[in-house]
């Protein structure tokens, strides 16, 4: 049975956040509210964790997850970054992008595109997700929560419960922002270019 965790969306709770962090350190699933939708979140860390949310979202092993970081620094971590990226990427996070980067060796090749080497990153402006990564002190994976039979990603935290109660470890029930995916940008192109429409605005 999952955990349901009701948090404020502008106040985050802290002691709830925290109970949320240790679930995914010891290699849970947790459904998460971010600016685009809700999102399966597990570590880098666990690879059983990856399979769990690959077989719920019915893809296979090179279907990519994006690593959500804090800010500007984590995603330089992570991936490869020159000057005129950086400037792009200060001038759209936080927000509903996901940018496709040059991946680092701080990131498993399993995690990495097979034949690119890249990495999907994103920074969320959502309060909740934000404090989720504080806490945990570390990126999250993640995939879009839109199951296989559905055409719109789900959005409701009690209609997740009710799914997904016995297949993730726990359900944060937060408002969100917007109800669609993120908008990806390939910034290894020059100039980049725009690989899917989201919810967030194309940057012309």
């Known amino acids: 049975m999952a955990q349901y965790f009701i948090i404020h969306a502008e106040n985050p709770q802290a002691r709830l956040i925290q109970q949320a962090a240790q679930l995914i350190q010891q ?3 947790v459904a ?3 600016d685009s939708s809700y999102a399966l979140v597990c570590s880098m860390q666990y690879k059983d964790a990856q399979t769990r949310i690959r077989r719920l979202r019915g893809v296979d092993d090179e279907h990519p997850f994006t690593l959500i970081c804090r800010d500007l620094a984590e995603i330089g971590t992570y991936a490869k970054v ?3 990226q950086f400037r792009l990427l200060k001038a759209l996070t936080p927000g509903a992008y996901t940018f496709l980067l040059e991946a680092s060796r701080e990131v498993p ?3 990495q595109h097979p034949k690119r080497s890249t ?5 969320p402006g959502h309060i909740v997700v934000q404090a989720l990564l504080e806490a945990l002190d570390m990126p999250l994976l993640s995939m879009t929560l839109q199951l296989p039979q559905d055409e719109l990603p789900m959005s409701v935290g009690w209609e997740i419960r009710e799914t997904l109660e016995h297949q993730v470890d726990a359900v944060i029930d937060s408002d969100i ?3 669609g995916a993120t908008t990806i940008l390939d910034l290894t192109q020059d100039p980049p270019e725009l690989v899917r429409a989201g919810v967030a605005p194309w940057p012309k």
Do not use: M, Q
């Not at 990495?119 to 920074?123: A, E, F, S």
């Open 109 to 111: 090749r399993r995690l």
């Open 177 to 179: 922002v917007h109800v």
């Open 27 to 29: 290699g849970g699933v």
């Open 82 to 84: 020159n000057n005129s």
């Open 119 to 123: 990495i999907g990153l994103r920074v």
């Open 32 to 34: 998460c509210p971010t």
